[in-house]
């Protein structure tokens, strides 16, 4: 196979899993676990979620954010209830604990086991409720398939992301609004993401970057009728460093044919129970080789993270 690249991602037809065909499934495993160790970014297509059901809930969320910050703070992040909606977040904090001033944007964040819903708009609950279910079931897909790769059981993941409150998975809806472009202006500073993997839907805007061992940013789309994913670091603890949580960032890209640039995405955060420990897979190794990371505990992980992006939070 020739090296994928940021320019290059490759991309999972997820048919393959379900054809019945094992030269299929074996050509989807190779593919996936070669993005996995080099670039740690692909796209999926025959993911099984409705283009519709994507735009109604881009539009509520674009609905949520056009609201007064009075309404929207009813539903704020706290230094108790660390979802909800926020716009002091500094990302770069969680991973070289710089960087004093808020990324420029805004985020409404869900926890999907235990969410806390707006007052406004009336559609949001039902949209989001019915977007995220659609994410669990491509989540199942491309955990089947991780298993696969890591020459596990397909169900290897099933028991890790528990169907009740202690799953810690979140849905945040993301709002940039229009900035004046600049070179590399920062819209989400650079960052690594802390869980297992992401499931990202975005709009044409563009902006999105990601940076890989020793070479430059380079830009990401998505193609049409596709969704975007990515490993965090707990992927990459699981596979002792042979999966790459892929650096990557937000910028205001300059483009004449635009007036306004805000921007909206929309990351479903796949992460594990929150007392799983996040340990080598012992059958993934290569021959000889020690586990890089001790076990820690999922919650005391993503968490201790999440709080060092949000210090003014935080201190409240």
Not at 160 to 188: C, Q, W
Not at 196 to 205: P, Y
Not at 244 to 263: E, F, I, K, P, Y
Request: with cysteine; charged share 25%.
């Amino acid at each position: 196979m020739q090296p994928f690249s940021s320019r290059s991602l490759p991309i999972l037809d997820l048919n393959l899993l379900s054809s019945g065909n094992k030269e299929d499934l074996s050509s989807l495993i190779a593919t996936a676990e070669q993005s996995l160790r080099e670039v740690g970014f692909f796209v999926v297509r025959s993911h099984g979620v409705q283009e519709d059901l994507i735009k109604r809930t881009f539009d509520v969320s674009r609905e949520f954010y056009d609201q007064d910050e009075c309404i929207k703070g009813k539903v704020a992040m706290t230094s108790t209830y660390p979802y909800g909606w926020e716009k002091a977040e500094i990302l770069s904090q969680s991973l070289t604990g710089e960087g004093v001033t808020p990324d420029p944007k805004e985020t409404y964040n869900i926890k999907v086991s235990e969410p806390r819903w707006p007052d406004s708009p009336t559609e949001f609950q039902p949209i989001v409720s019915e977007y995220t279910a659609s994410m669990w079931a491509l989540t199942k897909m491309i955990l089947r398939v991780f298993a696969l790769v890591l020459r596990q059981r397909e169900d290897f993941f099933d028991d890790k992301f528990p169907d009740s409150d202690e799953n810690m998975t979140v849905f945040r809806l993301l709002n940039y609004p229009h900035v004046e472009p600049g070179p590399d202006r920062i819209r989400a500073s650079q960052h690594t993401d802390y869980g297992v993997l992401t499931i990202l839907a975005q709009d044409n805007v563009g902006g999105l970057q990601v940076k890989l061992p020793g070479q430059e940013w380079e830009n990401v789309s998505t193609p049409k009728g596709c969704l975007l994913v990515n490993i965090g670091d707990m992927m990459q603890r699981w596979s002792n460093d042979s999966w790459t949580s892929t650096l990557h960032r937000v910028v205001s890209l300059s483009d004449a044919s635009r007036t306004n640039n805000r921007r909206q995405s929309m990351a479903f955060f796949v992460n594990p129970g929150k007392n799983v420990m996040i340990e080598c897979i012992g059958d993934y190794k290569r021959e000889g080789e020690e586990a890089k990371y001790p076990a820690i505990r999922a919650e005391n992980y993503i968490l201790g993270k999440h709080f060092s992006t949000i210090p003014s939070i935080m201190k409240k």
